[in-house]
């Protein structure tokens, strides 16, 4: 491949408004002799010695001196009360990186065996400082927990800096693509192919965003048409109530608004919309590895591998150094798969707590004195769940985050991309569970386990489980699931951009005015500065003040963004059944998000230390289990959480048009009064149930029985054929489903192969040309050889 191409999978990036490119931007790389002399390649921060006791002063001395036998060159600033120690590694240390590069088995086909740009530096002195230990064995994470050293950072580079906030981090690019190679060039591999993913997931999300508006508006088209909604809102049926003691029998009819929302919902379109999003969700991952493929081989990194990269720092770093061996315990893994387990069950513990509050709520909401409050007991108390899921949420948050850092630590694991990688899992599952614990339960419990009048089910034999309105239990699902995305989404942008701006404000009121930069250095900066020119100590010093006053960065920061994320695509399309309207907010969400990480990143945070990968590394593994997940889930929802086969079998078996011989009336007139059972207070078990102050109606009149949505004989409450018909056609209709649309799936992950065959043949010639290059190389110095020994 020659330096002047475009991969065709770029550049249908590029025509989709995806991302923006400028011309071969990627090969710009500078020098290695041709690094901005003016620039530090990291940052360490002090206190003063006033502030620190002596066995401190002694350390840092000695870590200083650790580095400079290392030949890293070490300015130092006192700033108030704060020392700044600038560090620049010297040039041979990035010599042995390159030649370590150019001789490993996979990495030798980076593009940095040529130039280290200056991310690059970064990256190899962040792993220096982290593993240069002193006599007694402290490393720099160990002296900045004691508070020897406060901080460490890595700076921005102020003219890369102003052009990615020109092309992208402003909320005026929001619908330009993206400059993702000029972010590689400046945060490094793992945050670009970030956004190169979240662009494409963006992206991808138009076309569910417009099919779930055209759904939702295909109920609203029968919103006043259709004879299910007439049937609920004309028929005289008397419900039973809905609580103990002063719960009173009420009429359907009052619920005729909650009906008109469950069919906007519950319909015929959403079915195909499932089996749809199904299917985009395969074609959304494979085209997604398509792209990345295309861009780690323009990037040079197709072939890299983290090991062989951590034995070359490693090298680098001490020549004499041992590799890490790699290790494992079945006992340590037993112990944390215990605790994984515990953790779990202490998170569905929490779902069970949501249950019972919401029980409690719609009981202490009926009871009350408020006629609206009372009316919509349920939906009230349900709407408060969510709330107090949203809370739950945000706590356990915080707590799965530490659990699953102590789970790693217990581990051991070998290096830190194992251990982020365990850590992603573990908080992971975790998060999972947090999030969707309570929504499998609204989807696939609720109403299904409350019993019926005479036999209810009981928390401590006390309050009864909730019910299920009789149009279905859909629209429960999706005021959760609409409550926590909106609540999710709307809170976190505001904190997460506000929390960044007001901190940088804090940090910036707190410490002096910076002097202002002198009109020598500024020339300096503003042209390609000589080898050894520098800056003023007073325009450094003002240059590492206004990088320390930004937002802390730490390895997990880009973590949280995937996670976030990730979990927007679990209920994008897990319950995308009862929420069709979930694509539309994720996109909306999604435009904001990209810019206001991106401003963060580049403007109120300090430079993240650039990472070097070719994969959005275990997020792929779990993306794919969400879309496995997402089948079955949609499956169960249409089968079982949705009247969709109710109806099915109404309309072909028990209604007008069973029999084929009716066409003047709807097939579907009279199903809301088929899903009805009746309990008569001639039953002893019924008048245990329900008081003679509850059998009163609303317009005052005493009545002897009332309704409840089941399939139950009247007379001995047993469950009709109906219900175990039903039942089948329903478990038929999720195996279908599920083997249909997995048939789907994988056909459509054949069709779509994962490597562009262009990016193929262009790595096939790379390597051709190399090995040409290398062999002409060989003989030629074989030819000088035979020269010198015939010459002797």
Not at 61 to 66: D, G, L, Q, V, W
Not at 489 to 498: A, D, G, K
Not at 746 to 768: C, E, G, Q, R, Y
Not at 784 to 791: C, I
Request: charged fraction near 20%; hydrophobic fraction near 45%; glycine fraction near 4%.
């Amino acid at each position: 491949m020659t330096g002047h191409t475009r991969h065709p999978s770029i550049e249908l990036l590029e025509l989709m408004g995806v991302v923006r490119e400028n011309g071969n931007e990627q090969m710009s790389f500078p020098p290695l002799l041709q690094f901005n002399p003016l620039s530090f390649d990291y940052v360490l921060v002090a206190k003063t010695r006033e502030h620190l006791d002596r066995e401190s002063i002694k350390k840092q001395n000695e870590f200083i001196e650790e580095l400079k036998k290392k030949n890293f060159k070490v300015t130092k600033i006192i700033d108030d009360n704060l020392v700044f120690f600038g560090m620049q590694a010297p040039v041979e240390i990035f010599e042995k990186y390159r030649y370590l590069l150019k001789v490993s088995d996979a990495c030798n086909w980076s593009s940095d065996q040529n130039n280290v740009p200056l991310s690059t530096r970064i990256r190899v002195v962040d792993f220096i400082l982290n593993n240069t230990p002193i006599s007694s064995g402290e490393g720099l994470q160990e002296l900045m927990k004691m508070k020897v050293f406060e901080t460490r950072f890595c700076l921005h580079e102020k003219k890369k800096q102003r052009e990615l906030t020109e092309s992208w981090a402003r909320w005026t690019a929001c619908f330009q693509g993206q400059p993702i190679t000029a972010v590689r060039n400046y945060f490094g591999e793992k945050v670009a192919l970030y956004y190169l993913w979240l662009g494409w997931y963006t992206y991808m999300l138009i076309t569910p965003a417009a099919i779930g508006v055209i759904v939702f508006l295909y109920g609203l088209a029968f919103f006043n048409t259709s004879p299910l909604i007439k049937e609920v809102c004309d028929i005289d049926v008397v419900m039973c109530p809905l609580c103990d003691k002063r719960c009173k029998v009420w009429l359907l009819s009052d619920t005729c608004t909650y009906a008109k929302v469950s069919l906007l919902f519950d319909n015929e379109g959403t079915v195909l919309f499932a089996m749809a999003m199904a299917i985009w969700a395969t074609l959304f991952l494979e085209f997604w590895k398509r792209h990345r493929t295309s861009y780690v081989c323009e990037w040079k990194v197709s072939d890299w591998c983290e090991e062989e990269e951590e034995l070359i720092l490693e090298i680098v770093n001490n020549v004499d150094c041992e590799p890490k061996k790699f290790k494992h315990s079945y006992l340590r893994s037993t112990l944390v798969l215990i605790c994984v387990i515990i953790m779990i069950l202490v998170i569905i513990g929490l779902t069970h707590a949501l249950v019972v509050f919401r029980v409690i709520a719609a009981v202490q909401l009926a009871e009350g004195s408020w006629e609206f409050m009372t009316t919509h007991a349920n939906s009230i108390a349900m709407m408060l769940g969510a709330v107090l899921h949203y809370l739950i949420i945000t706590v356990m948050t915080w707590v799965n985050r530490r659990v699953a850092m102590k789970l790693c630590e217990l581990e051991k694991p070998r290096s830190f991309a194992t251990t982020e990688r365990s850590f992603t899992v573990k908080m992971f599952t975790f998060q999972f569970f947090t999030y969707f614990s309570s929504l499998f339960y609204v989807a696939f419990f609720l109403g299904r386990i409350n019993g019926h009048p005479g036999h209810y089910v009981r928390i401590a034999s006390k309050w009864r489980l909730e019910e299920c309105h009789p149009s279905g239990c859909l629209t429960d699902l999706f005021i959760q699931m609409a409550i926590i995305m909106v609540l999710k989404q709307t809170i976190s942008n505001v904190f997460e951009f506000t929390g960044p701006w007001f901190g940088k404000w804090l940090k910036r009121r707190r410490t002096q005015k910076l002097v202002r930069k002198c009109a020598h250095c500024y020339l300096k900066e503003e042209s390609q500065a000589k080898h050894g020119a520098e800056l003023c100590d007073n325009c450094k010093l003002r240059d590492w003040l206004n990088n320390y006053r930004l937002n802390d960065v730490d390895s997990f920061s880009l973590f949280k963004e995937f996670l976030e994320m990730v979990i927007q695509f679990s209920f994008t399309t897990i319950f995308v059944a009862a929420f069709p309207l979930a694509p539309l907010l994720a996109l909306i969400n999604n435009i904001i998000e990209i810019r206001l990480d991106a401003i963060k990143m580049v403007t109120l945070e300090r430079r993240m230390i650039p990472k070097k990968t070719n994969d959005i590394g275990v997020w792929i593994n779990l993306l794919e289990a969400i879309g496995v997940l997402a089948v079955i889930a949609n499956g169960l929802v249409i089968g079982v959480s949705s009247d969709f086969i109710p109806r099915l079998v109404y309309r072909y078996h028990y209604g007008p048009c069973a029999n084929g011989t009716a066409t003047d009336i709807d097939c579907m007139v009279g199903y809301i009064n088929n899903t009805l059972s009746t309990a008569s207070m001639d039953n002893l078990e019924i008048r245990k149930e329900f008081s003679s102050f509850q059998m009163v109606t609303p317009n005052g009149m005493n009545v002897s029985f009332c309704s409840y949505k089941d399939y139950r004989d009247s007379n001995d409450y047993n469950l009709t054929p109906q219900f175990w018909l039903i039942l089948a056609v329903r478990f038929a209709f999720v195996i279908l489903f599920e083997h249909i649309v997995v048939i789907c799936k994988f056909i459509a992950a054949w069709f779509v192969p994962a490597a562009p065959m262009h990016v193929k043949n262009d790595s096939l010639f790379d390597k051709l040309k190399r090995l040409k290059e290398e062999l002409r190389s060989f003989e030629e110095s074989q030819r000088l050889h035979s020269a010198g020994a015939n010459g002797m």
